[in-house]
């Protein structure tokens, strides 16, 4: 149980365009979903987290108008990476949490090539 | 604030050799603790998790016991094998969802 996908798994696109990265709880109902990034040989950074029907918290730094999350229902929450450039190229991995847990269960990851 | 701090990798060992990982974390409260393992080009998956101290959290023949009065979370394993090389995070949460992450520890182990 609390399997959590993503699509695609990998993505290339050209600069100044736009992707759209899904994040899916597939046997559970997340009420909360975060989003990571994570450079070659580092750790996780938190982007932001996002609740179900409200508006994503984002981390300092993190600039939400370029990193749009939707998270429409219990299972799905987006991550719009717009007008993207070569420096957003990384290892994007989303989690979710099931309700009175703390535990997080993550997606594989998604990679996001901008050439 | 809280924080989590892992041994530098990489860590080489030769394939049935005894592993440990080392992980101190600072904390207000009490945190819930967990290693996490990546595989190349995957996501995180859960290793073990131990929520309160003296807690032993174990799995695959890994074993990370909750230390409070030393305020770490090692992760042990007494005989490796190859397909164990990968990168271990150590982590923990302390009265919320969000998790602090170490840096992570490559782990290549050699046949």
């Known amino acids: 149980g609390a399997v959590v996908s993503q699509h695609p798994s990998r993505v290339i696109c050209k600069s100044g365009t736009s992707v759209k990265i899904e994040c899916r709880s597939l046997?559970?109902?997340?009420?909360?979903m975060f989003w990571y990034r994570q450079f070659p040989k580092q750790s996780l950074m938190l982007m932001a987290t996002?609740?179900?029907?409200?508006?994503?918290?984002?981390e300092q730094g993190v600039e939400k108008d370029k990193f749009l999350i939707n998270h429409a229902s219990l299972t799905l929450s987006t991550l719009t990476v717009t007008s993207a450039h070569p420096e957003d190229s990384s290892f994007y991995i989303c989690?979710?949490?099931?309700?009175?847990?703390?535990?997080?269960?993550f997606g594989p990851g998604t990679r996001l090539t901008v050439t | 604030g809280n924080s989590v701090t892992q041994m530098e990798g990489p860590v080489t060992l030769s394939e049935e050799a005894f592993l440990t990982i080392n992980c101190t974390y600072t904390?207000?409260?009490?945190?819930?603790l967990f290693w996490y393992v990546q595989y190349p080009g995957e996501g995180l998956q859960l290793l073990l998790k131990?929520?309160?101290?003296?807690d032993k959290g174990s799995n695959k023949g890994f074993e990370a016991t909750y230390r409070k009065e030393t305020t770490s979370f090692h992760l042990e394993k007494g005989s490796v094998q190859v397909s164990d090389s990968a990168v271990y995070f150590c982590?923990?949460?302390?009265?919320?969802?969000?998790?602090?992450f170490g840096t992570g520890t490559r782990l290549k182990v050699l046949a």
């Open positions: 131990a929520t309160k101290a003296d």
């Open positions: 989690s979710a949490t099931i309700d009175r847990t703390y535990e997080q269960y």
């Open positions: 046997d559970f109902q997340a009420t909360t």
């Open positions: 904390a207000t409260g009490y945190p819930s």
């Open positions: 996002s609740n179900e029907g409200s508006k994503a918290t984002y």
């Open positions: 982590a923990l949460t302390a009265g919320t969802y969000k998790y602090i």
